[in-house]
């Protein structure tokens, strides 16, 4: 494989691995926030 | 390093900077938590040494990639490869840790522990370069740089402009998951009052 196919590969890892972070942020707050949603009617 | 491929290390150096300063912060918070016994330094810790595990394993990915067709090899069990991953495992460990107890003050204790003893080896991996033969690149040190690292001007900007995008990266990942730590505090604290 050519350097730039290589450099390309590593590239990609590093969005890749950051969107999958990012993601699984959104995930967690998105969880949170129908579960205050649940609370808050009750307090 | 030569051809395109020396360009994985616009993001490979980077990324293991802002491992090393989430794990400082790590450390400091830990240091903060056990002295204070605040929730906030326990949270800055925690949230400090999750985004630390994400740059760390964009360092272990990116550099076998690199290693591959310069090396032949993916890996090598050289001192700043296995310190790299012995560090990764280690705060894997940490946030394993804090799975463990439903506890939340016996949890932040024991993980600040862990944190303050684990960051023991981030200057081992930062110098294990120059304590011990390694296939690894040294990286520019301030000496070599008055010297002539064989980097240029525009690759050196190319380098710090990616240094500092990696850093405000790592800011805001901070300052997003902070807030998702003190939503779910609030979530918990709404449970146990309703």
């Known amino acids: 494989m050519s350097d730039i196919v290589w450099l390309f590969i590593a590239f990609l890892a590093v969005w890749v691995g950051l969107g999958i972070y990012l993601f699984s942020l959104g995930t967690r707050q998105k969880r949170l926030e129908r579960r205050l949603e649940d609370i808050e009617p009750r307090s | ?194």
Do not use: K
């Open chain 2, 1 to 194: 390093m030569g051809g395109q491929l020396q360009r994985i290390f616009y993001f490979h150096v980077p990324a293991a900077w802002a491992a090393y300063l989430a794990f400082a912060i790590v450390f400091l918070g830990s240091i903060a938590y056990l002295r204070t016994g605040a929730r906030r330094w326990d949270l800055l810790a925690h949230s400090a040494a999750e985004i630390g595990v994400v740059f760390t394993t964009l360092v272990l990915i990116t550099g076998p990639i690199w290693a591959r067709p310069v090396w032949g090899t993916w890996w090598q069990w050289d001192a700043r490869l296995t310190s790299s991953l012995v560090m990764w495992l280690t705060y894997v460990g940490y946030l394993l840790l804090r799975g463990l107890s439903s506890d939340p003050n016996r949890t932040g204790r024991l993980a600040a522990v862990v944190g303050i003893l684990g960051f023991i080896n981030v200057p081992i991996v930062h110098f294990s370069v120059q304590w011990w033969r390694t296939l690894h690149p040294q990286g520019p040190t301030p000496a070599s740089l008055d010297q002539g690292s064989g980097l240029g001007s525009p690759e050196l900007l190319a380098f710090f402009v990616s240094l500092a995008a990696f850093t405000l990266l790592f800011a805001w990942l901070m300052a997003t998951r902070i807030s998702l730590g003190r939503l779910n505090d609030r979530v918990d604290q709404l449970e146990m009052a309703s």
